[in-house]
């Protein structure tokens, strides 16, 4: 309120405001995987980097060839289906796509 009485001026108070404001949005205490209270902003960071790791998973590099035995198992695509996936695409047809989804399959639908 104060800022706004004395205009849009460029002020020192202005500034502490928003250092303010900034600094209440860090997260300074939360919980780890094992629900241990960890304190302290790198900390906290930690915690979240290894959530988030966790969530997308590990990279994995596989070194073995690939088992021919397991594509002749099951049906596979053909030449023409295989060029089709790797064909260029518009951002219309990404809208069509999106728009093509059932509302029932969008995520947080019930049913």
Not at 5 to 28: H, S, V
Not at 31 to 52: L, Q, S
Not at 76 to 88: E, G, N, R, V
Request: hydrophobic share 35%; proline share 3%.
């Amino acid at each position: 309120m104060h800022w706004l009485n004395l205009g849009d001026t460029c002020e020192k108070y202005f500034f502490i405001k928003i250092k303010q404001r900034k600094m209440a949005n860090f997260i300074y205490i939360i919980n780890d995987a094992t629900r241990r209270r960890v304190e302290g902003f790198n900390e906290g960071t930690k915690v979240m980097i290894e959530y988030y790791q966790y969530l997308l998973g590990q990279q994995r590099y596989f070194s073995d060839p690939i088992d021919t035995k397991v594509i002749d198992f099951g049906t596979s695509l053909t030449l023409d289906q295989w060029s089709k996936l790797c064909a260029s695409y518009s951002n219309d047809d990404i809208k069509k796509a999106i728009v093509s989804i059932p509302i029932s399959r969008l995520p947080g639908s019930i049913c």
